[in-house]
């Protein structure tokens, strides 16, 4: 198992994988995030994504990442809620290096039950994030939303139909 610190720059590399080096060309700082992962175990934790993300996941930046640094990647999935986390965490035991929570709310869940990690500035460099993209302890990846959309010939906007 690794040590705290270790695992946190790990996350932080991965991190920056993800979400800034996606280019093909690094110069040679960006690089020196990758250096000495060789052989380390990673597995990444994408609650509730399902077969269809995660391929896309591994296949292309956890491909990436891996190549760069040598690591050997996993997948692993649990979905919806903190409590598998949380046992793991109490149990002195959470095999995930970063995971993916399935909402906000599980988030801000695991936020406020200390079982995250800070992010460290120096090891992910947050300001190269868009402002309100990230917090203390989580980078928001993909956010989306719930729109609501209605057949305006069985409910004309002018007449009787949904509302926000």
């Known amino acids: 198992m690794m040590n705290n610190k270790r695992w946190l ?12 080096l996606a280019a093909t060309s690094t110069t040679k700082a960006e690089d020196d995030v990758y250096s000495g992962y060789s052989g380390e175990d990673f597995l990444f934790n994408g609650a509730g994504h399902s077969g269809t ?24 999935t649990f979905c919806c809620g903190i409590a598998k986390l949380e046992a ?6 959470v095999p995930w290096t970063i995971v993916a929570f399935s909402t906000m709310s ?16 120096e090891i992910v460099p947050l ?33 009787k139909h949904p509302q926000p």
């Open 127 to 159: 300001d190269r994030l868009a402002p309100g993209g990230y917090d203390e302890y989580a980078i928001h990846g993909y956010p989306y939303a719930a729109v609501i959309a209605w057949n305006t010939n069985k409910w004309p906007v002018s007449g």
């Open 53 to 76: 993300l995660k391929a896309g996941i591994m296949d292309t930046i956890a491909a990436d990442f891996a190549k760069k640094t040598g690591v050997n990647m996993a997948f692993d």
């Open 88 to 93: 793991a965490q109490e149990g002195g035991n």
């Open 106 to 121: 599980d988030l801000i869940l695991a936020e406020r039950n200390n079982l995250l990690v800070k992010i460290n500035p």
């Open 9 to 20: 720059r790990l996350s932080g590399a991965f991190l920056i994988g993800c979400s800034i």
